[in-house]
């Protein structure tokens, strides 16, 4: 335990004069978002818990030295340590070092668990004795929870003041009893045509309304979002979804991939690709899942590039970065395009794109990170138009810290193409049992084939008469291995 506490002590004392002593920092928690990427790429975590890290490390070594010397000297062990700085997280300097004072007044090497924590306790109520508490309209947020990739569902949190979240809970319910009254009536009546929410399209075979649960879920998703006066954008949301063709076939269940990081179930894959008109083919090498290229020669990627961007930068492309770039990302070009002069700048390739988030595009185009690509990646062509495999991104990150990084590859790339192999071999060999059979048939004498066929005709004309054949039993199915 001592030890365990040594060395996570030392750990923090590293990151915190890190910290202090960055040129790009200085030590300002608001602006440690140049030093989590640098700390990102040594501890080989992401860009999120490295800041944190590197928050906790300040808080530890220079707001709450008290404690943290119990810390370095093994008194303190790892687990209560943490456990006192996600205490004080919420809490400003000066109430931060009272709970430090507070804290190193306790026998801390002798007292038990239950009695650190109940002065922890204290000590933060005693800290924000007399503040104004957080005002509920602070905590609004909408938060996505509780991803089951094994069974297709996700839940949405929604947090905010008591009275705003009990009036949406009531306008759903109104509005939910409303229509399943309205299901009600169609139902009775007999009315041709669609009901309204019914999300399934099967109301009719039920014969009965939705329930309240499921009526205020289809209210709440297949609503149109009033956002008046404010425009909302011309284009519409999109997911994407990445089915393997041996799922869609039914060759194999194969799960398909969300935004080329969430498994889906294979069913639900199907039903999803069953509701599309249009499907979109993407090709990808079949012993890497890179995702093959395509180019273009605007400024401006198309369609076809965007989907591509997606599908090879689901997060943000910055080492560490796990932002989503779904909606809030911004393609940029790795070599800047060059207005005046295009044939002199970066062209507008796969080979010369990525996705990064709003913050780090800032940071990009500030100066302190600036990423890099490889001619050597494609020596022939150098937009990358024919490389199969992922391409690589050379990173540096305030001028000293560098890094490598590759694109997004499809996951399940590998197991179609065994699955394919699988197929193709069963194929061959059900071809060549058939080519077989017909040889076979075909070299028999003619009038023992004529002999067989009439009294295969005689048997369906007369089936009283035929005799019956006894067949004798077989192997079973686990005694006898598949023709492949």
Not at 292 to 315: D, G, K, N
Not at 333 to 348: M, V
Not at 409 to 426: N, Q, S
Not at 428 to 449: C, Y
């Amino acid at each position: 335990m001592k030890t365990r506490a040594r060395l996570y002590a030392h750990q923090l004392r590293q990151l915190s004069v890190f910290f202090r002593e960055d040129p790009a920092v200085r030590g300002v928690v608001d602006e440690a978002d140049v030093t989590a990427l640098k700390i990102a790429t040594g501890l080989r975590c992401s860009y999120f818990q490295a800041r944190a890290q590197v928050i906790d490390a300040h808080t530890a070594v220079e707001w709450m030295p008290l404690t943290f010397e119990h810390l370095r000297v093994g008194d303190l062990p790892e687990a209560w340590h943490h456990s006192l700085l996600r205490h004080v997280r919420r809490l400003d300097e000066d109430q931060t070092r009272f709970v430090d004072a507070h804290m190193a007044g306790v026998e801390l090497p002798s007292v038990s668990k239950t009695t650190f924590d109940k002065q922890v306790t204290l000590a933060v109520a005693l800290a924000t004795a007399g503040t104004v508490p957080t005002p509920p309209a602070q905590s609004r947020d909408v938060e996505l929870v509780d991803v089951n990739t094994e069974t297709g569902t996700a839940s949405l949190y929604v947090t905010g003041p008591i009275p705003e979240i009990q009036a949406l809970a009531h306008r759903l319910d109104v509005a939910a009893r409303t229509v399943q009254k309205a299901q009600r009536a169609g139902l009775e009546d007999g009315a041709e045509g669609p009901l309204p929410f019914d999300i399934d399209e099967n109301l009719h075979e039920r014969g009965r309304a939705l329930s309240l649960r499921t009526l205020r879920y289809a209210i709440l998703v297949h609503s149109v979002i009033d956002i008046d006066p404010v425009q909302e954008t011309a284009s519409a949301y999109k997911i994407l979804v990445t089915v393997p063709a041996t799922t869609l076939l039914g060759v194999e269940d194969g799960p398909a991939m969300l935004e080329g990081t969430t498994p889906i179930p294979a069913k639900q894959a199907r039903q999803l690709a069953a509701g599309e008109s249009t499907w979109q083919r993407i090709l990808t090498d079949p012993i890497t899942g890179a995702h093959l290229p395509v180019t273009a020669e605007t400024y401006h990627p198309t369609a076809q590039m965007r989907l591509q961007l997606r599908l090879r930068h689901p997060v943000c492309a910055v080492p560490g970065c796990a932002r989503a770039t779904v909606i809030a990302a911004e393609d940029d070009h790795i070599i800047e395009y060059d207005h005046d002069h295009p044939g002199k700048g970066g062209q507008t390739s796969l080979w010369n794109l990525h996705r990064l988030c709003w913050l780090h595009h800032q940071h990009k185009t500030a100066g302190l990170i600036d990423p890099d690509r490889d001619d050597a990646d494609d020596p022939s062509t150098g937009d990358g138009s024919t490389t199969a495999g992922p391409v690589a991104t050379s990173w540096t990150i305030d001028e000293t810290v560098r890094t490598r990084t590759r694109e997004h590859t499809d996951l399940l790339t590998p197991h179609t193409v065994d699955a394919l192999e699988l197929a193709w071999r069963i194929h061959q060999r059900a071809h060549e049992d058939a080519v077989r059979l017909h040889a076979e048939e075909k070299a028999r004498p003619h009038t023992e084939r004529v002999t067989e066929q009439r009294a295969d005709a005689h048997a369906k004309a007369h089936p009283s008469r035929c005799p019956r054949r006894i067949i004798p039993p077989g192997p079973t199915p686990d005694e006898t291995t598949p023709p492949y």
